[in-house]
């Protein structure tokens, strides 16, 4: 993977693994750049999610746990789509780490 | 799930020893620490100038240290015993994989500075000079190790790989050549107080979201309370136990259990993690800074008891380490063992009869039981020896009308690794994590099609999340993977508290 990523005229520095290196940078358009080179086309249940990531990360720092999405997302969207099964069809490498790409976080790191 | 971009093994009724092929994974390193993720640690940022020098000086340091490691560059006589016993040399077919081949890697290193025969005459005992390539392959191979210690159940002599591995990864970080996944991870640690980097109001909005789901469930006021000083009981769980799936049903059970047993208990923002990845880089000084953090939870949260949540290497550091690398603990309860397994509580109270399960709650699973290498080949639990292997047993049967075990020669202290410890739980290493775990999910297959097993449960934060990436790659399900708690939690029967006002609640899911 590039050093960089071209993001409406722009190149954005990204690490090893594709996340953004500086989380300001992030724009929306950065979203629909990463999910084309993971040949996924967003939506607004992509960006549903997305926007729920963004909001958490401002106020605690951190992605949601799983739990804490998929009861956000149960909560929005309908108990059929509150749980990881909906999630990972949406992300197929896992909500955690590719939405978490997606949204301009840092990637969720440790024992998961 | 996302597409192989390699081939994926295919299941075989046994696992057979494959043919060699040289080089075969030969091309695979995870990413190498920047200077920002070396720095917190005390390592240098990059590849020093005089590498080689330091390099051997710091080999040099580490035998005098730990004879064991002499030893076992000693000893070994080339029996071929462990040749077929690595789950990466079976998945992958790589002679470098065999352990022999991998503690040759640094054996020949050894020979060339540190033996007569070796400084003389080289080529006739197999020594080798420390150039770049072979520091490359030590890079390489040694990132491909995930010190499950099962070869060293079969060598005539005990030679410990996973200790050579280590030695291994301590003398690359000591020349500014780390691993990206267990030095930034270790500096978060220092930095936040967890392997994913939780701070604490996060730990206490997931907390908080536990407790009401539990109350929806079950109609139960169970709590689940971090930084209470004055509770009894202090318990240190992986961080992964917050974030992830199925990790987070074992926490649920964790605190059902603890509400059973009347107890007060409380996490800690300070030690919210059990995790210790300076084990797995063979640093004794972070190993040490890193346990620390627990010492000082336990004093200032002024509790009695110690308890380890579901971790497999924790609770090799925790049993093992814990009292050099953070005690004296004489301010704790003298009753109770120090640390105590979460396994080990739960068994207890289990015995004494204390908890009322209602088994048909896991009626819709067939398990079967993971043994996880560090607990069972580098720890012990409970009072008797083989506890380890027991007492999670003896959980399930308790919990589970149907539990069936693998294939003897694939469990207790022969256990084959999942394919994702020691620091190599990383997605730049999938491959090897995908075809290490082919002689685990070999004989989980065989359990599935003879005995119509359906779930594995597992008490190790990382089996749990490598078995739920890499069951996909093999036609498997994610969710076959539980927490061994997450039986318990489903079929414990709660009584209610004073303060269940709610008569209305839903009963047990």
């Known amino acids: 993977m590039s050093d960089t990523i071209e993001v409406d005229g722009k190149q954005l520095a990204v690490d090893e693994e594709g996340y953004l290196a500086d989380l300001n940078d992030w724009v929306p358009a950065v979203a629909d750049v990463m999910a084309k080179q993971d040949n996924l086309e967003l939506t607004e249940e992509h960006w549903d999610i997305i926007n729920f990531l963004r909001e958490y990360y401002e106020e605690y720092q951190i992605a949601p746990a799983v739990r804490v999405l998929t009861k956000a997302v149960g909560k929005k969207l309908g108990k059929e789509k509150g749980n990881s099964k909906y999630l990972y069809s949406l992300f197929p490498y896992g909500p955690a780490k590719q939405a978490c790409r997606f949204a301009g976080l840092p990637k969720p790191t440790g024992c998961v | ?509």
Not at chain 2, 33 to 56: C, H, M, N, Y
Not at chain 2, 129 to 153: A, I
């Open chain 2, 1 to 509: 799930m996302a597409k192989a971009t390699f081939d994926v093994p295919e299941l075989t009724p046994y696992t057979e020893v494959p043919a060699v092929t040289p080089g075969a994974m030969a091309h695979s390193a995870p990413f190498v620490s920047k200077a920002e993720f070396q720095g917190p640690l005390g390592f240098p940022g990059e590849l020093v100038e005089d590498w080689q020098t330091r390099a051997i000086d710091k080999m040099g340091e580490l035998l005098g240290k730990y004879r064991s490691l002499r030893v076992y560059l000693d000893s070994c006589v080339k029996c071929g015993a462990c040749t077929d016993k690595c789950h990466y040399f079976l998945g992958t077919q790589d002679p470098k994989n065999m352990p022999v081949g991998r503690q040759d890697l640094m054996r020949k290193v050894y020979r060339r500075y540190f033996t007569l025969g070796g400084r003389l005459f080289p080529k006739l005992v197999g020594a080798e000079d420390f150039t770049k390539e072979v520091l490359d392959d030590w890079y390489s191979y040694f990132h491909q190790c995930s010190q499950c210690r099962r070869c060293s159940v079969f060598c005539p002599y005990g030679i410990d790989t996973a200790e050579i591995s280590m030695a291994a990864r301590e003398i690359m970080d000591s020349i500014g050549v780390g691993q990206k996944y267990c030095n930034e991870i270790i500096g978060k640690v220092y930095k936040i107080g967890n392997n994913l980097g939780l701070p604490g109001p996060a730990l206490v909005d997931t907390l908080e979201g536990l407790e009401e789901d539990v109350f929806d469930e079950t109609g139960v006021k169970v709590r689940y309370p971090i930084d209470e000083e004055g509770a009894e009981i202090l318990l240190v769980t992986p961080s992964a136990d917050f974030f992830a799936e199925p990790h987070v049903d074992g926490l649920i059970g964790y605190g059902k259990v603890f509400h059973a047993a009347g107890v007060s208990w409380t996490l800690s923002s300070h030690a919210s993690e059990a995790a210790n990845f300076g084990m797995f880089i063979g640093s004794y000084d972070n190993m040490r800074r890193v346990a620390q953090r627990i010492r000082e939870a336990a004093i200032a949260l002024k509790v009695k008891r110690i308890v380890f949540g579901e971790c497999g290497h924790a609770w090799r550091v925790a049993y093992s380490f814990l009292n050099t690398l953070a005690g004296p603990w004489d301010f704790l309860d003298p009753r109770y063992p120090v640390p105590q397994h979460i396994c080990e509580f739960t068994h207890d109270l289990i015995e004494q009869g204390r908890l009322t399960f209602d088994k048909s709650e896991n009626d819709d699973k067939v398990i079967t039981f993971h043994d996880s290498c560090n607990v069972a080949r580098a720890s012990r639990m409970g009072e008797v020896p083989g506890g380890q292997f027991e007492i999670p047993r003896a959980i399930i049967r308790a919990t589970c009308n149907h539990f069936y075990d693998m294939d003897e020669d694939t469990i207790r202290d022969r256990t084959f690794c999942c394919g994702g410890g020691g620091g190599l739980l990383t997605d730049d290493l999938i491959e090897l994590r995908v075809k290490g775990a082919k002689p685990r999910l070999d004989a989980l297959n065989n359990v599935m099609q003879e005995k119509g097993v359906t779930h594995m449960a597992a008490i190790c934060a990382i089996c749990k999340s490598q078995f739920t990436k890499v069951l996909p790659y093999y036609g498997m399900e994610m969710d076959q993977i539980v927490s061994l708690h997450q039986l318990v939690s489903n079929a414990i029967v709660l009584e209610g508290g004073e303060d269940d006002d709610e008569e209305d609640a839903p009963a047990a899911a």
